[in-house]
């Protein structure tokens, strides 16, 4: 920006002949830092006082955000104790597998109610983006799921997921601790492993039939 001098110790004030460019710069990276530091300070009270109401760390669920928490607890409140269960809670927001059935009859498609419920909504929106690369036990989950029933089946099985996290969470106490995606296949791997030796045991299938005689 350009400035004017006036002041003149000899003589009268002018300002011809007296103009000068002043250089002012803003540092922009020192505000983004400090806006982020403010922010990560907001987010950090915040998160305290949602597991002071939930009574534990609710945040540190893998996909579940503040807005996400302050969905849950608004709609939820602070206790989760007039569910006798974590079946009743996840029935309830909507995300337990459909029975399809009423008075031991079945219902046609266009004749099942859908529920909508905001918990339920909510979650399913949250663990969406967990699908594809989560390297957790959640998103291992909806990869397991994806390969049987599709991505949408995939979704509800991982918000029921963390719906289980949330109830156990806020009845019993129990910090989520996340098993990993690797230590979710591994479980997997010796499940179906079990499930074959109990297969050949209970046919008497021998290694002639499997072609593994020679195997060393």
Do not use: W
Not at 120 to 132: D, I, K, W
Request: overall charge positive; hydrophobic content about 40%.
């Amino acid at each position: 920006c350009r400035t004017r001098v006036y002041g003149n110790r000899f003589g009268p004030k002018t300002s011809i002949g007296r103009g000068n460019l002043s250089f002012t710069t803003i540092n922009i990276v020192k505000i983004a830092i400090e806006a982020m530091n403010a922010e990560k300070e907001r987010d950090e009270r915040i998160r305290t006082d949602l597991a002071r109401l939930a009574g534990f760390d609710i945040v540190g669920i893998d996909g579940i955000g503040i807005d996400t928490a302050c969905i849950v607890l608004s709609e939820m409140g602070n206790t989760l104790a007039s569910f006798p269960n974590e079946r009743h809670f996840i029935s309830y927001i909507g995300l337990a597998p459909p029975l399809a059935k009423s008075a031991g009859k079945n219902l046609r498609k266009k004749h099942r109610r859908k529920n909508k419920h905001p918990v339920g909504m909510t979650l399913r929106t949250s663990v969406a983006s967990m699908l594809a690369r989560s390297q957790t036990g959640i998103g291992a989950l909806g990869r397991a799921v994806k390969s049987r029933g599709g991505p949408q089946a995939a979704v509800i099985a991982m918000a029921r997921q963390v719906a289980k996290f949330i109830y156990r969470g806020m009845v019993y106490g129990n910090a989520y601790v996340d098993e990993g995606a690797k230590r979710y296949d591994e479980r997997r791997r010796n499940s179906a492993v079990r499930g074959v030796k109990r297969k050949i045991k209970q046919y008497g299938i021998s290694a002639e039939e499997l072609g593994l005689a020679g195997a060393a």
